[in-house]
């Protein structure tokens, strides 16, 4: 079974600056995909970044990037030029690898993150 | 693209009465779907993974009797809360694995847009 930590329940930002949010996972698995989600106060779930773990380059989006270590099981979520509404909780999520796709997500316990102005 | 639309967004129920949510992708065929309850400032649990045509599967302690979920096409899943009690009072949200191989094969779920049941 895969489990995923994130370590920081919450994490604060001046709008403008950039923040780092951890994510570590544990899996026997070595193809998979790692996920970075947003839930802002609407409860919307929205992807906000997705990484292949065979692919040793990491994936960006904008504003958001990651940086994944697998040998070390981490993959964390940088923000830069935080906005406002970034402000939202931040589940990073953990998939197995399957050529039928279908296959559950785990996600982490979250991260509250507030933008401040 | 990849829509999924989750209705109803809120429902207030009475106890011992049953509470269907409905989970439809919009534009796009979903084999399979899943659905997640939310707790207050927690994570998202999965409750049962439902695969067109078949039955679900839950997982480990959730009442599938409870919890009744069917896949009966391609785009429309629902969950129905029978007997609902207090304790079932949460959020529930659902999400869509697409069929087109081009699709599944990014490993991408949709997620519906969540319903919180209130149950008195």
């Known amino acids: 079974a895969q489990t995923v930590t994130q370590s920081q329940p919450e994490m604060s930002v001046q709008e403008a600056e950039t923040v780092t949010l951890s994510c570590t996972y544990d899996t026997s698995e070595n193809n998979y995909y790692l996920f970075w989600y947003k839930q802002p106060p609407s409860r919307q779930m929205i992807l906000v970044i997705r990484q292949e773990a065979y692919k040793q380059q990491n994936a960006t989006e904008n504003r958001f990037s990651v940086n994944f270590q697998k040998a070390a099981k981490s993959f964390s979520l940088k923000i830069s030029d935080s906005q406002l509404g970034d402000t939202a909780m931040y589940f990073c999520?953990?998939?197995?690898?399957?050529?039928?796709?279908?296959?559950?997500?785990?996600f982490g316990g979250g991260t509250r993150l507030m933008v401040k102005p | 693209g990849a829509v999924v639309s989750q209705h109803p967004s809120w429902v207030i129920c009475k106890s011992g009465t049953s509470v269907k949510i409905e989970c439809r992708s919009l534009?796009?065929?979903?084999?399979?779907m899943f659905w997640y309850r939310q707790f207050p400032k927690q994570s998202l649990m999965l409750m049962a993974t439902s695969n067109e045509g078949s039955k679900a599967t839950y997982e480990q302690g959730v009442e599938k009797d409870k919890f009744l979920i069917n896949h009966a096409s391609l785009t429309l899943s629902t969950l129905t809360v029978t007997s609902a009690h207090p304790e079932d009072s949460s959020f529930y949200i659902c999400s869509a694995s697409p069929g087109l191989a081009a699709l599944r094969a990014k490993n991408i779920q949709y997620f519906g847009a969540g319903t919180r049941l209130s149950v008195l």
């Open positions: 999520a953990f998939m197995k690898h399957s050529l039928n796709a279908g296959n559950m997500l785990t």
């Open positions: 534009d796009f065929q979903a084999t399979t």
